[in-house]
């Protein structure tokens, strides 16, 4: 095996977190401006993963070399009850949820399923804004994009008061291992704050989803919801076997689905508030497009701009901020060796915000995504949507949901949001804005 031209550097991470204690994800970004692409390691005491946000070395992980770096290990072992065994985990039971899953995402599927997604995110937004009263931003976006893709995925067979008890829940479910997050050498059987709420939070998931899992197998239904799909696919695991996987591949579809959105989501209206001069561009020209009509997916082509405003949102706030792989045999990135059984974090925060490959990079500039600038740039310069066999296979559905809902609220109304100023993510699995965002909707 070959040996380091150099010896890797050490970036010393616990001080830059103990500094960083109310805002952990400014100790990561702190450490990607000192690495500047380079691929260092993080000295959290005993533990110290490899940092890797050079585009090439992003490539060599995800992509050309995939099958040395698992889903293991740090962030995946807490979220595992969560997520199970299924289009979250790695290997065969990974391969074979791909297999089953991958099928219901293609571009004409989801195509297919947009104009009903366009019907249910102007009902919900009908139903749920009240203008002149202030809301939790996150809270308000949920209310629209969890009923959205729960009747999407489930058809009718998720009650609107069990879709309320899913909302906290996943929210539990997400947030309370965060502190695991920064302290990953703490072993799984050692209590920490959190543990009890996911457990608690697991429950209510798994209450809600059973049920209509089971009376989906029982009696075999035809529909082509998400649920019946996959029942349909699990047909030959009988038991509580076929139960299960059917449920973990439905939780984590959810949860991704609905976690990523609506965090991306709830970027938006501070940073319209941030920078005037794109909040102007964006309503200009959804006035243009839209007008006063409900929207429809026959207006997406020409929301051109709003759809580059979308993009600029993923480079600075990816909601997938950090994904964690354990290597499988020792492999040489950029000249460090990575030693087997180590972890190494990956980050499209990171790689976003590298000055070697984005000019101005911690400006908010949907320019950059002016169409045919792709061809400038590193293709993985930019990764919001992970690369390689993970890749996500909602990013489709999310490039048209996200216009829907934004341009949806807009064509009607404009957000005041009341908050420090400062646009501070918060730690989680997701990149979420700081707590207690609010904003009032004001006619336009
Ligand atoms: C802003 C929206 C979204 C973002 C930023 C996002 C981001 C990501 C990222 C970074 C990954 C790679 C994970 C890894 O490599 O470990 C991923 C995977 C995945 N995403 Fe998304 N996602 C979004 C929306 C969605 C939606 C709407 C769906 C569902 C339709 C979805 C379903 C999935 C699934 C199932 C995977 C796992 C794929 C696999 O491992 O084979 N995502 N997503």
Same mark, same amino acid.
């Given at each position: 095996m070959a040996i380091d031209a150099a010896p890797t550097r050490t970036l010393p991470f616990l001080r830059k977190l103990t500094r960083h204690a109310r805002i952990p994800v400014n100790a990561f970004e702190e450490a990607g401006t000192q690495a500047d692409g380079e691929l260092v390691r993080l000295s959290m005491g005993p533990f110290r993963p490899y940092l890797v946000t050079h585009p090439d070395h992003v490539q060599h992980v995800l $992509?050309?070399?995939?099958?040395?770096? $698992?889903?293991?290990?740090?962030?995946w072992d807490p979220l595992a009850p969560l997520l199970?065994?299924?289009?979250?985990? @790695? #290997?065969e039971s990974w391969a074979e949820s791909r297999r089953i899953l991958q099928p219901l995402f293609t571009a004409k599927y989801v195509n297919s399923l947009a104009e009903r997604m366009a019907e249910l995110i102007h009902e919900l937004i009908e139903e749920t804004v009240v203008p002149g009263r202030p809301f939790d931003v996150a809270e308000g976006i949920s209310a629209i994009v969890h009923p959205t893709i729960v009747r999407l995925f489930f058809g009718a067979k998720i009650s609107a008061t069990d879709i309320q008890r899913l909302v906290p829940a996943y929210d539990v479910a997400v947030t309370?291992? &965060?502190?695991r997050l920064v302290?990953?050498?703490?072993?799984? &059987?050692f209590p920490m704050p959190g543990d009890q709420a996911f457990r608690r939070a697991i429950r209510t998931i798994d209450d809600v989803v059973y049920p209509p899992i089971r009376q989906a197998r029982a009696e075999d239904q035809e529909g082509d919801d998400v649920v019946s799909r996959l029942v349909r696919a699990r047909r030959d695991i009988a038991g509580q076997e076929g139960e299960r996987r059917i449920r973990d591949d439905l939780v984590a579809m959810h949860g991704a689905s609905t976690e990523t959105s609506a965090t991306a989501l709830t970027w938006v209206w501070p940073v319209l508030q941030a920078y005037p001069e794109v909040a102007a561009k964006v309503y200009e020209e959804v006035e243009r497009v839209v007008? @006063?009509?409900?929207?429809?997916?026959?207006?997406l082509p020409d929301l051109v701009y709003l759809r580059m405003f979308v993009n600029e949102l993923l480079r600075l706030y990816?909601?997938?901020?950090i994904l964690p792989r354990r290597a499988v045999a020792t492999d040489v990135v950029g000249g460090v060796t990575i030693e087997a059984g180590s972890t190494v974090l990956l980050s499209p925060y990171l790689t976003h915000r590298l000055p070697r490959f984005w000019d101005r990079p911690l400006e908010f500039d949907?320019?950059?995504?002016?169409? #045919?600038?792709?061809?400038?740039?590193?293709?993985?310069?930019?990764w919001p949507f992970g690369a390689?066999?993970? $890749?996500?296979?909602g990013q489709h559905l999310f490039m048209m949901e996200a216009p829907l809902l934004i341009a949806g609220i807009l064509r009607k109304y404009r957000p005041i949001v009341h908050h420090n100023g400062q646009l501070t993510p918060r730690l989680a699995s997701s990149l979420r804005a700081?707590?207690?965002l609010t904003m009032t909707l004001v006619p336009a």
């Amino acid at each position: 095996m070959a040996i380091d031209a150099a010896p890797t550097r050490t970036l010393p991470f616990l001080r830059k977190l103990t500094r960083h204690a109310r805002i952990p994800v400014n100790a990561f970004e702190e450490a990607g401006t000192q690495a500047d692409g380079e691929l260092v390691r993080l000295s959290m005491g005993p533990f110290r993963p490899y940092l890797v946000t050079h585009p090439d070395h992003v490539q060599h992980v995800l $992509v050309r070399n995939q099958p040395n770096y $698992v889903r293991e290990g740090m962030f995946w072992d807490p979220l595992a009850p969560l997520l199970g065994e299924g289009i979250f985990s @790695d #290997g065969e039971s990974w391969a074979e949820s791909r297999r089953i899953l991958q099928p219901l995402f293609t571009a004409k599927y989801v195509n297919s399923l947009a104009e009903r997604m366009a019907e249910l995110i102007h009902e919900l937004i009908e139903e749920t804004v009240v203008p002149g009263r202030p809301f939790d931003v996150a809270e308000g976006i949920s209310a629209i994009v969890h009923p959205t893709i729960v009747r999407l995925f489930f058809g009718a067979k998720i009650s609107a008061t069990d879709i309320q008890r899913l909302v906290p829940a996943y929210d539990v479910a997400v947030t309370a291992k &965060a502190i695991r997050l920064v302290m990953p050498f703490m072993p799984a &059987a050692f209590p920490m704050p959190g543990d009890q709420a996911f457990r608690r939070a697991i429950r209510t998931i798994d209450d809600v989803v059973y049920p209509p899992i089971r009376q989906a197998r029982a009696e075999d239904q035809e529909g082509d919801d998400v649920v019946s799909r996959l029942v349909r696919a699990r047909r030959d695991i009988a038991g509580q076997e076929g139960e299960r996987r059917i449920r973990d591949d439905l939780v984590a579809m959810h949860g991704a689905s609905t976690e990523t959105s609506a965090t991306a989501l709830t970027w938006v209206w501070p940073v319209l508030q941030a920078y005037p001069e794109v909040a102007a561009k964006v309503y200009e020209e959804v006035e243009r497009v839209v007008g @006063d009509e409900p929207l429809s997916t026959r207006h997406l082509p020409d929301l051109v701009y709003l759809r580059m405003f979308v993009n600029e949102l993923l480079r600075l706030y990816p909601p997938g901020w950090i994904l964690p792989r354990r290597a499988v045999a020792t492999d040489v990135v950029g000249g460090v060796t990575i030693e087997a059984g180590s972890t190494v974090l990956l980050s499209p925060y990171l790689t976003h915000r590298l000055p070697r490959f984005w000019d101005r990079p911690l400006e908010f500039d949907p320019e950059r995504f002016a169409p #045919g600038g792709e061809a400038k740039r590193h293709r993985y310069a930019y990764w919001p949507f992970g690369a390689g066999p993970h $890749v996500c296979f909602g990013q489709h559905l999310f490039m048209m949901e996200a216009p829907l809902l934004i341009a949806g609220i807009l064509r009607k109304y404009r957000p005041i949001v009341h908050h420090n100023g400062q646009l501070t993510p918060r730690l989680a699995s997701s990149l979420r804005a700081a707590a207690g965002l609010t904003m009032t909707l004001v006619p336009a």
